[in-house]
């Protein structure tokens, strides 16, 4: 077996596009797929939160060594009281699942839904990378997200997307 590099992600979306999760790629590897040139630790998901998708999402990823951080199933996710209570009650934005193995991967969950996931996933902009397809939220998606979440490294992506002509 292939020694693979502990930060090259296209293992975890293989499964899941095995697997036929619904997913699109946001944060920062999203931000690097169109372009950019930076680095990030974590694989960012935005999925669509049906209890099917999710209960996909998570056998996928258990079978590449992911475990979820906390002790409560993904599928909890499905459920817009229980999402909500997550959100406002926990302050929750993502659901993490973290690998077994060292250095730990951790692929974050997007708690907070699109507002019509059907919609932008048909929108999707999908790059292969080592043979494998992965869909990326289409860039003025995640420009909005990341203007949204605002932090430093968030605006500093939008300006990097938009002088490279993208956003």
């Known amino acids: 077996m292939a020694k693979r590099d502990k930060f090259d992600p296209t293992d975890i979306f293989a499964a899941l596009n095995a697997a036929r999760v619904k997913y699109l790629v946001v944060g920062g590897i999203a931000v690097v797929l169109h372009g950019v040139n930076r680095f990030t630790w974590d694989v960012d998901l935005a999925v669509e939160l049906t209890a099917t998708n999710l209960g996909r999402l998570a056998t996928a990823l258990q079978r590449v060594g992911f475990v979820p ?93 938009k002088e490279l002509g993208k956003a």
């Not at 059907?118 to 289409?138: D, E, F, H, M, N």
């Open 69 to 161: 951080r906390l002790p409560v199933p993904v599928e909890g996710l499905a459920n817009p009281g229980t999402r909500r209570q997550w959100l406002d009650k926990k302050g929750m934005k993502v659901y993490s699942f973290i690998e077994r193995r060292s250095p730990p991967r951790v692929v974050d969950v997007m708690v907070k839904p699109f507002a019509s996931f059907p919609q932008t996933y048909r929108r999707r902009v999908t790059v292969r990378v080592r043979g494998v397809s992965i869909p990326l939220a289409p860039v003025d998606v995640l420009v909005r997200m990341k203007q949204e979440a605002g932090r430093p490294e968030d605006l500093l992506d939008v300006k990097a997307l």
